[in-house]
Nanobody, 114 residues
């Protein structure tokens, strides 16, 4: 089982980034996919989640209207489009797959700073 995140980096406030998570080794289409983030000194926070068929999508209040989660079951990919980024979005972002049990990626750093 592998979840590999990519797309993180340094961006100025107001900028955009698109995170990607490539999944392998399990039946991706059955799993709810989530993006979490963790900043120094804080616990891991659920940012966005999307169910297996994309019928239900949820966001933490602080990113609503700015972030969009999506998935492509044919490609075993999940994405997080992040717009209007703020310094408080700075964190390591993790991809998570859940279907009874859960899997985690290694994380990708997002830094929002001028």
């Amino acid at each position: 089982v592998q979840l590999v995140e990519s797309g993180g980096g340094l961006v100025q406030p107001g900028g955009s980034l698109r995170l990607s998570c490539a999944a392998s080794g399990f039946t991706f289409s059955r799993y709810t996919m989530n993006w979490y983030r963790q900043s120094p000194g804080k616990g891991r926070e659920l940012v966005a989640g999307i169910t297996s068929g994309s019928s239900s999508i949820n966001y933490v209040d602080s990113v609503k209207g700015r972030f969009t989660i999506s998935r492509d079951n044919a490609k075993n990919m999940v994405y997080l489009q992040m717009n209007s980024l703020k310094p408080e979005d700075t964190a390591v972002y993790y991809c998570n797959a859940v279907y009874g049990i859960g899997y985690w990626g290694q994380g990708t750093q997002v830094t929002v700073s001028s």
